[in-house]
């Protein structure tokens, strides 16, 4: 039956969903490549909450999709900007979470990265309350087992006054005292523009100086790090210059499956939010580039870019709208609500886009149930069915 979708202009075309999925079952571990998918947060639907409440989580949906990546073999990325940390999940929110889907992962044998911030601070603070805070929730992912990622700070984006000095302190510090390697993490501004200048300078090219730096000063500690910059080269550049048995996980959303196969020179791993609509696709594409087939790879993973670059199309930090709004259709959770009143930061027409994108990718379990789902969204906006 043929959907009419809306697109910018305001006019309707047709489109015929299809009716078969692609057949994505999961299979053995990775061997060639690390691979996380950061993870959405399913909100409680009948929560009597507004937009500036702490998050009302719906847990066991929320660690059920935990576990379906699990199962393709993908790491969890947790409670990092896909969860809406920041824009929806507050501190106490994400350390429960951290809790218990560290708890999760022990039990299904998954593994699991999580996000340490300094998000609890909700005004102006000094270079010593923004180290103190990143201690605190380090303490918390390290008590949990899960391995720690350091995140971009807003906090100390805003108090970093004496620029490179401040960030080589606060992540010297940091360093010396984890237990174990961590990934260290850039997120630019088009994700957050709260954090435009990090590591002391707008000038990309001084600031990369200053993030390594801070790795070859502590290359023991540093697992890898994780480059959300959508600019392919520079985390070329950046991964070449790296010390060695320090990886770059691909934070780039937007050229992954290029960065991810690699060239002469080396490959990049990945931690992606993407992966989280396309866990089981993006799990076969690796079992396929494991066997040493990039070109196999690429033919699985190139047509997805189309669907990531909409998602994450500019205000690119409200692409987790997309990617719950997919987990819907897909029917990981039985409704469309978002922490923090989310799901509207999207039109319907970039809704139906990404409908139309992953419909024809073949991204829906039941193809049927993703139709009815958007029909019904269709019929709320009031297009007639």
Known sequence: ?????????????????????????????????????????VADPYADTTPDSPAAVDWDATLAFRRHLWSHGLGVAEAMDTAQRGMGLDWAGAAELIRRSAAEAKA????IACGVGTDQLTGPANLTEVRAAYEEQLAVVEESGAQAILMASRALAAAAARGPEDYLEVYGHLLRQAAEPVILHWLGPMFDPALEGYWG?????????????????????????????????????LRRRLPKGVRCYT?????????????????????????????????????????????????????????????????????????????????????????????????????????ELADTLG???????????????????????
Do not use: C
């Open 251 to 355: 934070g780039d959303d937007f050229h992954y499956p290029e960065l991810i196969a690699g060239d002469e020179q080396g490959f990049s791993h990945a931690l992606l939010g993407i992966f989280d609509p396309l866990g089981p696709l993006a799990a076969q594409a690796v079992r396929v580039l494991d066997t040493g087939d990039r070109e196999g790879f690429r033919a699985l993973l190139d047509p997805t870019v189309e669907l990531s670059r909409h998602l994450f199309q500019a205000p690119t930090r409200f692409y987790k709208t997309g990617v719950v709004f997919l987990a819907w259709l897909a029917g990981h959770q039985s409704h469309f609500t978002m922490v923090g009143g989310l799901q509207s930061a999207r039109s319907l027409p970039h809704f139906a886009r990404a409908y």
């Open 1 to 41: 039956m043929t959907l009419h979708l809306p697109d910018a202009h305001g006019a309707l075309r047709a489109y015929e969903p299809r009716t078969e999925p692609l057949a994505l079952t999961p299979g053995a571990p990775f061997t060639s490549r690390t691979v996380f998918s950061a993870a959405h947060v």
């Open 201 to 237: 300078s707008s000038d990309l090219d001084a600031a990369t100086d200053t993030f390594l730096d801070v790795i070859a000063a502590h290359p023991d500690k540093v697992d890898g790090i994780k480059v959300s910059l959508l600019d392919a080269q520079r985390e070329i550049d």
């Open 108 to 111: 299904a044998g998954g593994r």
């Open 363 to 385: 991204l829906f379990p039941d193809p049927k149930l993703a139709e009815e789902r958007m029909r019904n969204l269709l019929s709320l906006y009031g297009v007639d069915r």
